[in-house]
């Protein structure tokens, strides 16, 4: 029951997440914080005039003459909003600059990762179970490669697995970024859907991509790997792997309920080309297992003549089986590393997958990061210079998909690329380019 003159005066030392938060408490706590008085004080701190008056008198007389009209001639709140909406433009204008500069090789923005910090990015995963609970988790290690990030969540005190019914996987902005400070997870955050996932009868819904002494993995797509103890059948960790191509967008721009819808491509007719929207695709693919990376390259120029349009897919021949002289070792030691509070390993023959194929423009075409995992083949190799075990790898969602054929040599210990094609649905392709194969 303290006074209101009282409560406005604390409030005026407040800065402007704390004097959000506090409108939170209650109805009389919200009309006292959304005074013009103090708002137009932290607006006027934060965005100063143009035009600076060096006259110190002068420019007293017009601080107090324009927060007087200021006053009286708006509502409650009225700078509230002013403040917040210039403060969220400032960012946008500091994350638009950084997005602008596209990197030729990947089509992509070359500061992604800077424009994330700008916005203040994070990410959460939030856990529903059966009765509607929701289990928040926030701490969480990033790994940022070329073309993607690999997110990370661990925990000692995750719900049991047999409740859960769901997963949703957010991004999330603070309402007000300071560039001089972490976020705050107790300030005003906004929440953009990115995926949701179904966890019920978790082990027979979801493809089993390896496992090691401790923990076993299942993948749920878009993206995302559960790691569960072996011995518990309890979640360990999660771990998401996001594609940079219009990752902002999706991480900011969607609701707590809906994803963001991408933008559709408006196809440029050509009734020239006889083969148009068959040739000119540039792959950049990266293979990376956590903190490794075991590949990373571009191919250019990549085609699919009119006669081998088949089943539905355009076949784009990367890395040819009978061209030694394109086969491609991988470096190190292939491995998806892991963590916990407590323990820490390493999934043999499994990584993360990240394609980024362009169309003959430059513009990303069809763009995914994904845990995959290497399979032992029946067959041994048939090619004269590689003796060895034959494993593969398949990736496919319903845009295209990825066949990898390795063959690992005992010799120098490390495994060769002698095959990668991509398979491109002619739906996508005809949608893209208004074609009719």
């Known amino acids: 029951s303290m006074p209101s003159e009282m409560l406005m005066k604390i409030f005026s030392y407040l800065d402007a997440v704390s004097l959000l938060c ?18 137009l004080k932290i607006y006027s701190s934060c965005f100063q005039p143009k035009r600076t008056i060096w006259k110190m008198k002068s420019e007293q007389t017009e601080t107090v003459s324009l927060g007087c009209a200021a006053l009286h001639d708006r509502k409650p709140g009225y700078w509230k909003k002013e403040y917040i909406f210039k403060q969220i433009a400032a960012v946008k204008t500091r994350v638009m600059r950084l997005v ?7 089509g992509l923005p070359c500061k992604n990762k800077e424009a994330m910090k700008a916005s203040g990015l994070s990410w959460i995963i939030v856990l529903t179970d059966k009765n509607g609970k929701e289990h928040v988790m926030e701490k969480a290690n990033l790994s940022f490669k070329d073309t993607s990030v690999t997110i990370l969540w661990y925990s000692t005190n995750w719900p049991c697995l047999d409740i ?19 976020p705050s997870k107790n300030g005003p955050r906004r929440r953009s859907l990115i995926a949701e996932y179904h966890l019920a009868n978790l082990t027979e819904s979801s493809v089993a991509v390896g496992a ?7 993948s749920l797509n878009p993206g995302l790997l559960v790691g569960l103890w072996k011995e518990k059948n309890e979640i360990a960790f999660v771990m998401a792997s996001l594609h940079y191509h219009q ?8 609701s707590a309920t809906v994803q963001y819808a991408l933008p559709l491509n408006k196809p440029v007719l050509d009734d020239v080309d006889p083969e148009y929207g068959l040739h000119d695709y540039n792959l950049h693919l990266d293979m990376h297992g956590g903190s490794c990376t075991y590949l990373c390259g571009t191919f250019k120029s990549l085609f699919c003549r009119k006669g081998d349009v088949e089943n539905g897919y355009l076949r784009l021949i990367v890395v040819s089986l009978k061209d030694n002289t394109k086969h491609l070792p991988l470096i190190g030691t292939v491995g998806l590393s892991w963590e916990t509070d407590v323990f820490k390993g390493n999934v043999k023959d499994c990584y993360v997958m990240d394609v980024t194929l362009l169309d003959e423009t430059g513009k990303p075409f069809w763009c995914f990061s994904a845990p995959v995992y290497m399979e032992l083949s029946s067959r041994a190799s048939s090619l004269y210079d590689y003796m060895g075990h034959v494993y593969t790898t398949d990736y496919a969602d319903s845009e295209g998909k990825v066949c990898v054929e390795l063959v690992w040599l005992e010799e120098t210990k490390e495994y060769f690329i002698v095959n990668l094609v991509l398979y491109i649905s002619t739906k996508k392709v005809n949608n893209w380019y208004g074609t009719n194969y």
């Open 164 to 182: 859960l019914s769901t997963l949703k996987l957010f991004g999330v902005t603070p309402l007000l970024p300071d560039q001089s400070r972490a």
């Open 212 to 218: 090691d002494k401790l923990i076993q993995l299942f």
């Open 22 to 39: 506090v409108g939170c408490v209650n109805r009389h706590f919200y009309h006292l914080a959304n005074d013009n008085g103090i708002w």
């Open 247 to 254: 990752l902002l967008e999706r991480s900011t721009l969607g």
């Open 100 to 106: 602008k500069p596209v990197d030729p090789y990947t």
